[in-house]
Nanobody
């Protein structure tokens, strides 16, 4: 069973930065995606960014393009989400998720992701 643990959330002022980490018990042996999703109170969970495990191709939601960067460290089984120029509307619980046996460029469709972390709170407020 693949386990994911997020960390790095917190309270930050608008314009500030945070780096989220997603530690995996292991990366899947087959081709896979790792995605970051977020859910604000009263809202549906939405995809933020993802990275394909083999090719390292990335995808971003339009609202975070140019501000967020996803990366992975294969030696440590960790995926990072660097978040810069944070805005109050970025406030949400952030989840990482893994999709196993998927190929090509990753997609931000929740239905594809089989494994989920418990989430970490990000609050952007002055």
């Amino acid at each position: 069973q693949l386990q994911l643990v997020e960390s790095g959330g917190g309270l930050v002022q608008p314009g500030g930065s945070l780096r989220l980490s997603c530690a995996a018990s292991r990366f899947p042996e087959n081709s896979y995606f790792i995605g970051w999703f977020r859910q604000a109170p009263g809202e549906a969970r939405e995809g933020v960014s993802c990275i394909s495990g083999i090719e390292g191709l990335t995808k971003y939601q339009e609202s975070v393009e140019g501000r967020f960067t996803i990366s992975k460290d294969n030696a440590k089984n960790v995926v990072y989400l660097q978040m810069n120029s944070l805005k109050p509307e970025d406030t949400a619980v952030y989840y990482c998720a893994a999709a196993d046996s998927v190929y090509g460029r990753c997609v931000l469709s929740k239905i594809l992701y089989d494994y989920w972390g418990q989430g970490t709170q990000v609050t952007v407020s002055s």
